[in-house]
């Protein structure tokens, strides 16, 4: 049957409009593409938001739209937006999954999605999409490499680490590091996979070890850009080792450098500047500076809040902090009301087999001796203990330190209790 001229015309013209919209749509987003790479998140936002609108509106279900969608959830995910980082990169997999995509891209969609939801404090809908990359990344042939599966498991083990399963951290960091150590140029990962590695060491006691990988962490993302918010990682995590390990006149100058990156390259509202506010209160607090570390808590606060809610992780490590700073200031009562909100949102996002559970109830003890409360002083201080035990084992030298402090609480009510806690410390000490 013959198609009427109209029509004919009309389908010639679809065609060649169809076919400069893509020509339009890939000439644009390589543009983008290029820039990406030195642009900071809010100019990489604003390069794939000038792609969306030349464009116009494309078909739901088209591979374009997956390609943007993950650039643009990207970009919102570096700037700390995690909602609409969330949103679009979920579009993108469901995009690449209905096409049967199982490339870089769609690893890619699926390792940022899963990040974007552990920092919204949704682990356990994080996880099944991190293992789903996994064993898509194992099963796929080329052009599958190290590299990429290196960075999925320096996630894996990041992931575990917010969980408090140290063991399985190390596991999967250590596959990540001999995976990416020899991968050339190093990728960002590969930084990732160090600091993590650091805090695995920080938190079985070696900080020795931990000092190296923290150390070897800052040199590679120097490497990436003095700049770049790869390096205000870096530099953020090396300062708060170096506070953790009693020295606030290194961490200092690592973390007024790190804020400085975050305010230039981000904006002073981000997230990330969370951390680092609180390493800076810290620092003040070891030099009995209280006003400048109620400033710095002040701001963390208000960032976590806006950012996060009221019920997040990232509120409760300024809270903890908080409350570290109130016993430093006598101030018992408000020390207590802060390390049980800490703990409250530990206990409830991380369940009661965590670090900071175990570490919240350690300063819970001391809020609760300052106040002359012996028996929830005591009961805080066995729970902190069986927790430690369980996380880090009979033999670290921070279950010396919880014995040490409960010893002391312990000889106004049983002296010969507490002087077993005092050798047992003792031995643990003689034991590194």
Known sequence: MAVPLAAAALAAVFLVRTAQAQTTFESLMEQAERQYASATPHQARDLFLAVQRQVGPLPPGDLRRGRLALFLGSAYQDLGDYQNAIALLGEARQIWEAAGVEDDRYLRTLQLLASALAESNRLPEAWPILDRALSTARRVPAPRNGATIGGLLATSGSFHLRAGDVIKAQAALVEAEELLRHTWPPPPAFATT?????LVHMLEGQMG?????????????????EDSLYYAIALANLGNFYVADGDPARAQPLLVKALHIYEST????CAEIT????GLALVAIADRRFGPAERYLDRAADISIRSSGTESVQLAEVWYVTGWLRLKQRNPVQAQRFHEQANGIFRKVYGEAHYKVADCFLFLGEAYAQQNQQALAEDAYRQSILRFEKLLGARHPKLAEVLQQYARVLKKTDKAGARILERRASSILRGL
């Open 275 to 278: 951390p680092v506010a609180a």
């Open 266 to 269: 981000v904006g002073p509202d």
């Open 194 to 198: 160090l600091r993590g590695l650091g």
């Open 209 to 225: 070890r931990a000092r190296q990988f923290f150390t070897e962490a800052e040199a590679a993302s120097r490497a990436l850009g």
